[in-house]
């Protein structure tokens, strides 16, 4: 059973916006950094995001700099991921990550801890 859950992705189209939410079940991320992670059809899973637990610092992916957004929301212990100005090559399945680190490392998947099981993005019209 996957410690972290994904929820929010759907059918949008160009343009438009989503929120996915990634919640813990089983522990605070107070002490966890928090990062986005994407696949394709056919492609390598990518990071798009990460949030730092230490100071709240964050990093994007050049492919979604300046349309997305990450950030926490503590009393509901989950993690958002503000999307914006959707296209089609945002379509991924998209999956929230932690790892028990002050600061984001970099996107090796082997270093994060805990997974989510995903959630579709599709961007079509």
């Known amino acids: 059973q996957s410690q972290l859950v994904e929820s929010g992705g759907g059918l949008v189209q160009p343009g438009g916006s989503l929120r996915l939410s990634c919640a813990a079940n089983e522990f605070s991320l107070d002490y966890y950094s928090i990062a986005w992670f994407r696949q394709a059809p056919g492609k390598e899973r990518e990071g798009v995001a990460c949030?730092?637990?230490?100071?709240?610092?964050?990093n994007y992916a050049d492919s979604v700099n300046g349309r997305f957004a990450i950030s926490k929301d503590n009393p509901k212990n989950t993690v958002l991921l503000q999307m914006n100005s959707l296209k089609p090559e945002d379509t991924a399945i998209y999956y929230c990550a932690a790892v028990d680190s002050f600061e984001c490392p970099d996107y090796d998947e082997n270093e994060f801890d805990s997974w989510g099981q995903g959630t579709q993005v599709t961007v079509s019209s």
């Open positions: 949030l730092s637990s230490g100071g709240g610092a964050t």
